[in-house]
């Protein structure tokens, strides 16, 4: 049974830096693509960032790149979303996924689900 749970979450300053985390199980963390996505109360569930298991290969959504930066620690089968310089726009619930698609930036590609972890930007 694959799982994945997210942590990190909680109110914030604008400005300010999170690091979320979230660790799965039952699936070899390294031979998937694990993806963070975020969804805002009467929005669309969207991509935030996805790397490649076992590569160092990673990419962005335009409005987080250079704040945001993806990153897995593949003996911990742990992947982590370090959030800087955070907005009130970054408001959210965040949500980690795995995909057997590599590359993928759609939602409806990722199979399994953590539960998320919300995020509050205060201005």
């Known amino acids: 049974q694959v799982q994945l749970a997210e942590s990190g979450g909680r109110l914030v300053q604008t400005g300010g830096s999170l690091r979320l985390s979230c660790v799965t199980s039952g699936r070899t963390f390294a031979s998937y693509t694990m993806g963070w996505f975020r969804q805002a109360p009467g929005k669309e569930r969207e991509f935030v960032a996805g790397i490649f298991g076992k590569s160092d290969i990673k990419y962005y959504e335009d409005s987080v790149k250079g704040r945001f930066t993806i990153s897995s620690d593949i003996p911990k089968s742990t992947v982590y979303l370090q959030m800087n310089s955070l907005k009130p726009e970054d408001t959210a619930v965040y949500y980690c996924?795995?995909?057997?698609?590599?590359?993928?930036?759609?939602?409806?590609?990722?199979?399994?689900w953590g539960q998320g972890t919300q995020v509050t930007v205060s201005s």
């Open positions: 996924a795995t995909s057997q698609t590599w590359g993928s930036r759609v939602a409806s590609e990722y199979d399994y």
